[in-house]
Each structure stands twice: as structure tokens, then as C-alpha cells.
């Protein structure tokens, strides 16, 4: 079993940075895949970021060159550094580790980013 926990949530204006960290209370080597995802108010839950065991990141169109996704396997996190933040980027953003991409996995609680004036 995996837990996730998020942290680094917040209130940032628009054009600030953010940097969400997501600890495993396992190792993270376990598991094939990492992500964060993303859920506003009245919308579906979407994928924002991922990382796999051999470097390969994914993003969504909306985030590309603007979020990282990292790791430090010393630590056991995952990172998602946001720039330049927009209101759009309002959410909660939850973490997720899978063995099997596709799997139904271990998710985070989620952590609050709101993007405002």
C-alpha cells in the first residue's frame, strides 16, 4: 500500500509560481507511473502532468511550457513546479502513482491552488 500526501497548495496571482510536492509514504520506485491531475469547480477531473520510472513526461496542451513535473527518489516526491499561473490553473490538484498505466492506482487528499487578483 501507498499513501500520497500533497502539499504546496495556495493563493498566487496570476503570472506567480507554485511549486506542489506529492510525499509517498512507500518507495515511489514501485510505481511505474506518476501524476498529477487537476479538478475545478463544476468540471471533470484532468490530467495535468506525468513521469514514468524511465523519464518519459507527458502534459496537457494547457500547461505545456509552463509546468515541470520531477522526482527525487531520495525523498520519495514528486514535484510539479507551475509558472506563470493563470486563473484558468484554478483547481485542486491531486497526485497519483500506478504500477499499471491505466490502473486505478493510489491517489493524494489533493491540495488547493487558486490563481487571483
Known amino acids: 500500500q501507498v499513501q500520497l500526501v500533497e502539499s504546496g497548495g495556495g493563493l498566487v496571482q496570476p503570472g506567480g509560481s507554485l511549486r506542489l510536492s506529492c510525499a509517498a509514504s512507500g518507495s515511489i520506485g514501485s510505481l511505474y507511473v506518476m501524476g498529477w491531475y487537476r479538478q475545478a469547480p463544476g468540471k471533470q477531473r484532468e490530467l495535468v502532468a506525468t513521469l514514468t520510472t524511465s523519464d518519459t513526461t507527458t502534459y496537457a496542451d494547457s500547461v505545456k511550457g509552463r509546468f515541470t513535473i520531477s522526482r527525487d527518489s531520495t525523498k520519495n516526491t514528486v514535484y510539479l513546479q507551475m509558472n506563470s499561473l493563470k486563473p484558468l490553473d484554478t483547481a485542486v490538484y491531486y497526485c497519483?502513482?500506478?504500477?499499471?498505466?491505466?490502473?486505478?492506482?493510489?491517489w493524494g487528499q489533493g491540495t488547493q491552488v487558486t490563481v487571483s487578483s
Open positions: 497519483k502513482g500506478a504500477r499499471v498505466p491505466g490502473s486505478p492506482g493510489y
